[in-house]
């Protein structure tokens, strides 16, 4: 039914110094699932120089 709407779900695993975690999404259209990793990218931000 979701598909016939033109809306899609999404999961994603992300990776950090605390271990793993999972998360789903609820339903989206599939212009906004395309947009999430330059969103990921956005909150990383630049590298940092030490």
């Known amino acids: 039914m979701a ?3 033109g809306l899609a779900k ?3 695993s992300l ?3 605390l271990g793993t975690k999972k998360i ?3 339903y989206f259209t599939e212009e906004d ?3 999430i990793p330059e969103r990921m ?3 990383i ?3 940092r120089e030490h």
């Open 10 to 12: 999404c999961n994603i």
């Open 3 to 5: 598909r016939r709407l």
């Open 33 to 35: 699932l395309k947009r």
């Open 15 to 17: 990776l950090s110094t």
């Open 45 to 47: 931000g630049p590298k």
């Open 24 to 26: 789903g999404s609820g």
């Open 41 to 43: 990218l956005e909150r």
